[in-house]
């Protein structure tokens, strides 16, 4: 590390090589292996990561402290993101930036119209992009001085990460009781299948999100899918 380096980190001032130096990231996520990707992504780029699984623990964090950036999945246990985004956007003092993420492709407009500054599709695991979607969006005296060569990188989260959100989906879907539930059930898995490329588990979530949206009998598919959650435990890795 040079003297520049040194001195930017004593002072937390961003670098090339730790862009997001001195910045505090509050990610609401319920998907472990999806924060594990956020926590690598934030560690890589010098900024610290807090995290909140769920809208009440999101909301507790935001009395605590005002985080420089918020990053809010939309598919939440209690409710949806959107909401979140749509309560920052609002509120005076704004949050500086607020992106969405979701792996649903309607979510990008869903956070843009709750009044997200942008969005990230998920799964994320581009260096480069992740700290291009904040940069771009700070206030210029947080952006880098000089030419600003982001470089990249590609983002492995542990597959432990993955054995956890499964652990989670079969505890939510033998306690799951009403529709509500297994609409979460759907999108939650749904997400976390599409973001370790397992195709089979990801078409069994959307087939049981379809049944719920057409009004269809959904106790054959969502036993499928719990299923289909139960080998992946006991393969102990991502299919």
Do not use: W
């Amino acid at each position: 590390m040079d003297d520049s380096e040194l001195f930017a980190a004593a002072h937390r001032l961003p670098t090339t090589k730790r862009p997001l130096l001195g910045l505090t990231i509050l990610v609401v996520e319920d998907s472990r292996y999806a924060c594990e990707a956020m926590r690598l992504l934030c560690l890589r780029s010098g900024a610290r990561i807090r995290r909140a699984d769920c809208l009440k623990s999101a909301h507790r964090h935001l009395k605590v402290y005002r985080p420089s950036v918020v990053i809010a999945d939309l598919g939440l246990p209690d409710g949806s993101g959107a909401d979140l985004i749509r309560a920052m956007a609002e509120a005076s003092p704004r949050v500086g930036v607020i992106l969405g993420i979701s792996g649903d492709e309607a979510g990008e407009t869903r956070a843009m119209e709750a009044g997200a500054d942008g969005f990230l599709a998920k799964p994320i695991t581009s260096l480069a992009a992740f700290q291009s979607a904040i940069l771009s969006r700070l206030p210029a005296d947080r952006q880098l001085s000089g030419p600003n060569e982001l470089s990249d990188e590609v983002i492995e989260p542990d597959l432990l990460a993955f054995q956890d959100d499964m652990s989670h989906a079969a505890e939510v879907l033998n306690e799951a009781e009403e529709g509500q539930t297994l609409d979460y059930v759907a999108q939650f898995l749904g997400g976390v299948a599409r973001s370790v490329g397992d195709s089979l588990l990801a078409g069994a979530a959307a087939e049981l999100a379809d049944a719920r949206n057409s009004g269809r009998p959904v106790a054959a598919v969502a036993a499928r899918v719990a299923g289909l959650v139960q080998e992946r435990l006991k393969q102990k890795v991502a299919i």
